[in-house]
């Protein structure tokens, strides 16, 4: 018996269903995302109980490891569930440190789609997102060479859909011109709104916004408010941050990240978490 996608699911395009609550591959990766996982067989756990629960939307990309994460993916879930939709990125290489070196020339990025093709055992990839921005934030600087580059190996057949990661309103309009954006991945969380008016954009536009950092990232969230929240719904804080996104808008997606199977467990119990309007107005105050 198939089990329910956690939180319902989103459908984007005729062969595009994306479960909201998915899973973020990152952080299988060894310390700083860089090298093997320090427990690999519970690193292999982690993905396939991710599809246990119903979860058909992983979030990854070849510069996790770099190459490690979709090497793990590939080791534990293939040949792949017919639902499963892998969503990855490109933008980016990693040097022998494990810095974070941007790489977008048009005949790089098409390269490291071909290497995700490799490490992930795909013919055609269900996403691609381009990662545009720093850390430094988004900018309005254009990416039509970039996203012209993928839209070119979507024609072809190798890429079904694309998306921006660390977009701005004004690249998300440049890169429709171009071709259909179906994701749009992006900072935000209850404590950082910036996004506010992009997230209700892509709600208009049947956009999924996947929201990175959902519990803090690299920080994590604190708050009083919504400590005092989760005590009172008998949750834990980052639960009930998870539903606050799920109920934020209708098309927002999310790929909390975790090594753990009961922390897996944990972000995925969120998605039946129903937020009732005085709590929604409480943790609305956190960001604002």
Known sequence: MTTPAPGGSLTLADDLTLSRMGYGAMQLAGPGVFGPPKD????????????????????????????????????????????????????????????????????????????????????????????????????????????????????????????????????????????PVVTVQNLYNLADRHDDALVDRCAAENIAYAAFFPLGGFSPLQSRTLTDVAARLGASPQQVALAWLLQRSPTTVLIPGTSSVAHLRENSAAADLALPADAVAELDTIGR
């Open 40 to 179: 690999r067989d519970q690193a292999l756990a982690v993905l396939r109980e991710a599809v246990e629960l119903g979860i058909t939307h992983i979030d990854t990309s070849d510069f996790y490891g770099p190459f490690v994460v979709n090497e793990l993916i590939r080791e534990a879930l293939h040949p792949y569930p017919a639902d499963l939709r892998i969503v990855t990125k490109v933008g980016a290489r990693r040097d022998g440190t494990g810095a974070w070196i941007p790489s977008q020339e048009p005949a790089d990025l098409t390269a490291q789609v071909h290497e995700n093709l490799q490490h992930l055992g795909l013919d055609a990839l269900d996403v691609v997102n381009l990662r545009i921005a720093s850390f430094e934030g988004p900018t309005d600087d254009s990416v039509a060479e970039q996203f012209g580059a993928l839209a070119d190996l979507r024609r072809q057949g190798l890429i079904r859909h694309l998306g921006l990661s660390g977009a701005s309103d004004a690249q998300l309009t440049e890169a429709q011109a171009i071709a």
